[in-house]
């Protein structure tokens, strides 16, 4: 079983950063791939940013490409999303989400754990 907890979401004004954290339990964090993905209120679930479990392969949603950044402490068991410049059309629920595997994949079928999200409002 695995738990994964999120922080640092919040109500920010256009071209503000947050850094999302999430903090995941168990000792083969390493192993696994991790995904920060978002749904918005009448908009399905996407991934916005993914890197691989050990080799630090990353992938970027073109919706936030150049302005988000993943990135992940094996040792502390945690993944981080900084995320700048952030326009209005980034609010939603964001969730951090485990791989099956330690590749990335971009479905958001391929993760099985998921935290319990966190809010990001951002006001125009």
């Known amino acids: 079983q695995v738990q994964l907890v999120e922080s640092g979401g919040g109500l920010v004004q256009t071209g503000d950063s947050l850094r999302l954290s999430c903090a995941a339990s168990g000792r083969t964090f390493s192993s696994y791939a991790m995904g920060w993905l978002r749904q918005a209120p009448g908009k399905e679930r996407e991934l916005v940013a993914a890197i691989s479990g050990s080799r630090g392969f990353r992938y970027y949603a073109d919706s936030v490409k150049g302005r988000f950044t993943i990135s992940r402490d094996n040792a502390r068991n945690t993944v981080y999303l900084q995320m700048n410049s952030l326009k209005p059309e980034d609010t939603a629920v964001y969730y951090c989400?485990?791989?099956?595997?330690?590749?990335?994949?971009?479905?958001?079928?391929?993760?099985?754990?998921w935290g319990q999200g966190t809010q990001v409002t951002v006001s125009s």
């Open positions: 989400a485990k791989g099956v595997q330690s590749v990335v994949a971009t479905t958001p079928s391929y993760y099985d754990y």
